[in-house]
């Protein structure tokens, strides 16, 4: 059976789904990349990647990071 979920959870996974991609293929600081998914404040983006991960967007960047697939923006990520 299929699970419903109601938009604004849709959006926020799509958001954190696109964020731990930029945060692994990205050079871009965390601040950079809550803005450019669309998250209010970076403050409240660290919150609920913490809530949904476990992990703080930093900790999760240095514990997934491969330095030879990184570039330096979204845009080279293909966003």
């Known amino acids: 059976k299929e699970e419903k979920i109601s938009f604004s959870n849709y959006v926020k ?7 731990k991609k930029l945060l692994l293929q990205t050079t871009m600081r965390v601040c950079e990349i809550s803005d450019a998914v669309g998250f209010a404040s970076g403050k409240y983006f660290g919150y609920v990647f913490k809530r949904e991960t476990g992990m703080t ?4 960047q240095k514990a997934n990071f491969i330095p030879d697939v990184a570039t330096p923006n979204a ?3 293909g966003q």
């Open 13 to 19: 996974n799509a958001r954190l789904a696109q964020a």
């Open 57 to 60: 967007p930093l900790e999760y």
């Open 75 to 77: 845009l080279s990520a």
